[in-house]
């Protein structure tokens, strides 16, 4: 009986995953299983959140310190139960920061329409930033938005989903300052900034500027992001309006990691039709808190349809490997890995898919002089060698060979042509193990 060309194909990874190193499921070779997934601890070696103490976020926690929430106002009353002793919080169903609608947070006096017509090019010219009585207004309402959907994510936390599609929509969870942190199984809705501000200074036409990522490392160490999905979910750009010829930009970031973060291991997330993905290091100028930190492992991880910054590295030692970057022929694109000021980024055995529109050599984007590794990555299931079909197609944008470092901190490598199909089976909420 002939067999389907997919179940073949479906052997062949299995094959292929029975070497040794591999797996097939999410969770690292050799990692303890706990039998409750809330008081699971990132395996040793797995990725650069391993290095020293490891990251164990609540897995210590007392019975009266595990919460199970359903409502956001009970997840941030979780989050500040008991300090920083060991927690885990349970979330349950989808927690909306913005349940209420953004003319909650409005301030009084507060006028879109007279906002337009006060800021407009027409009126204000593009050569100053705007000010005056409107613009102070959509400060204050800016101000009410953010107390209201930002929370603060205390040490030796485990963030978990539980139950049938847990979600937490336009929030911002800052983890910040803090050590030992894990946020697993949860789909991030990205924040929707009600009320962005116009920057006539902003390039050539002006643009829309937009606060609030979906989560944000600040100066934290010891941080575990896994088996998430992030999106702009009910909102994409494309549904966005125009004011002065621009879009009404009200996104920001899915993920940040900046100001002196370290030691993060990001994996088996899906990161969805976004723009502006995930960064490492948020400025030039930000070397005093940076150097020597940012130490990122992105592993397994799914970006599909997003535009740029996947990531956008300064300063850090970042190691992305195993990850599967998947370019749709509707979705705008810039590019994939940005290599900026003083990074020293490691890609290896990665894959990626593109579309007839979109060159291998747009996957790498020079923004800073630095050297980058990448070795071993497959475009449309051919070897690649991403640094020379850069420099190929930007002869002015020469991109130097070897960051000067090699990743130890990897529990699990599996053969670039298998991540499409390990990613896809594995990568996301609801589907730990």
């Not at 002869?395 to 130890?408: C, M, N, S, V, Y």
């Not at 599996?414 to 909420?429: E, F, I, L, Q, S």
Request: charged share 20%; hydrophobic share 40%.
């Amino acid at each position: 009986m002939r067999r389907s060309t997919a179940a073949l194909a479906a052997c062949t990874v299995l094959a292929l995953l029975a070497t040794p190193g591999t797996a097939l499921a999410g969770a690292p070779d050799g990692a303890p299983a706990a039998k409750d997934p809330a008081r699971r601890t990132l395996g040793p070696g797995d990725g650069w959140a391993s290095e020293g103490s490891g990251t164990t976020g609540g897995s210590a926690a007392a019975a009266e310190h595990v919460y199970t929430v359903s409502t956001w106002e009970e997840f941030r009353a979780a989050l500040a139960e008991a300090g920083d002793a060991p927690k885990i919080i349970k979330v349950r169903g989808v927690l909306d920061a913005t349940a209420a609608g953004c003319a909650a947070f409005a301030a009084e006096g507060y006028d879109f329409d007279r906002y337009l017509a006060d800021y407009d090019p027409a009126v204000w010219g593009l050569d100053r930033p705007v000010s005056g009585p409107q613009e102070e207004l959509r400060a204050a309402s800016a101000a009410r938005q953010a107390e209201a959907i930002t929370v603060q994510v205390p040490a030796n936390t485990t963030l978990i989903g539980v139950g049938r599609k847990p979600a937490i929509h336009g929030a911002s969870l800052q983890i910040k300052g803090v050590d030992n942190v894990i946020v697993r199984n949860l789909t991030f809705e990205a924040p929707l900034d009600c009320f962005p501000q116009w920057d006539p200074t902003d390039g050539a036409t002006g643009a829309w500027n937009s606060e609030y990522d979906a989560v944000v490392v600040y100066g934290s160490t010891h941080v575990w992001l896994d088996h998430n999905t992030f999106t702009d979910g009910r909102y994409p750009d494309a549904t966005l309006p125009s004011y002065y010829g621009e879009i009404y930009q009200q996104h920001d970031g899915l993920l940040d990691i900046v100001r002196g973060a370290n030691h993060v291991t990001a994996s088996w997330n899906v990161f969805r039709d976004h723009d502006k993905t995930l960064m490492i290091g948020n400025s030039d100028s930000a070397g005093a808190t940076d150097a020597g930190k940012l130490k990122v492992t992105l592993h397994h991880n799914l970006f599909h349809g997003v535009v740029e910054r996947a990531p956008r590295v300064r300063f850090g030692q970042v190691d992305t490997y195993n990850n599967h970057y998947l370019v749709t022929e509707q979705q705008p694109y810039a590019y994939a890995l940005g290599i900026g000021l003083d990074s020293q980024l490691v890609a290896e055995k990665n894959a990626f898919t593109l579309p007839p529109s979109v060159s291998a050599g747009r996957i790498l984007k020079k923004w800073k002089d630095a050297p980058v590794t990448a070795e071993g990555n497959l475009v449309n299931g051919a070897p690649t060698d991403l640094v020379a079909v850069h420099n190929a197609e930007f002869p002015t944008e020469q991109l130097r060979e070897g960051a000067g470092w090699t990743p130890e901190l990897r529990a699990r490598v599996d053969p670039a042509r298998a991540v499409p199909w390990v990613v896809g089976r594995g990568a996301g909420a609801g589907r730990i193990g």
